[in-house]
């Protein structure tokens, strides 16, 4: 099926960006800065891991022992908790408090979809899901973070997964 033409004579639409949400028009919020983004996530982690402390307490004691000070195997159920821990931590606050955790809120910024609708749970969570693999791989996490410095729309691989973008809260 061929796509229906305006006919001669009349103007065609002109295309929309896609960050551009259709309700809002040219009021769409601008993309927000990276710098704020890092700012922000670094806050969001230092959150993240006060609260995971007490579950990750214990590896700490394990690395070395105590008598001969020789380096032992980790156990990693802990580093799990944490990243569960992380998860829950992302995923709520996206998916229920307006695209916001505390680091995005306190630096005027939230995730959308990238029509502008706020985001939704499951998109939230396919959005961290990819965030945790990529940080369980070996160093995509830093080309998950650093494709936020090439990308025209300011995104991350995690927010390309799931249709999303960080804008001006």
Request: proline share 9%; aromatic share 12%; charged share 20%.
């Amino acid at each position: 099926m061929e796509p229906s033409f305006p006919p001669e004579g009349e103007p065609r639409p002109e295309p929309r960006t896609p960050w551009e949400p259709p309700p809002l028009g040219p009021a769409a919020p601008p993309l927000a800065g990276r710098w704020r983004r890092l700012f922000a996530g670094i806050f969001d982690f230092v959150i993240v891991a006060i609260i995971s402390s007490p579950v990750v307490w214990t590896s700490w004691r394990i690395v070395t022992h105590p008598e001969t000070g020789t380096v032992t195997l980790v156990d990693v159920t802990h580093t799990y908790l944490a990243s569960i821990v992380g998860f829950l931590y992302y995923w709520l606050f996206h998916a229920y408090w307006n695209g916001q955790t505390p680091g995005k809120k306190i630096f005027g910024m939230r995730v959308v979809r990238e029509n502008g609708e706020r985001i939704g749970v499951g998109q939230a969570a396919i959005r961290q899901i990819t965030e945790v693999v990529l940080a369980w791989l070996c160093c995509l996490w830093i080309l998950d973070l650093g494709w936020i410095v090439f990308d025209s729309r300011k995104q991350a691989l995690h927010d390309k997964t799931a249709g999303t973008l960080v804008v001006d809260a």
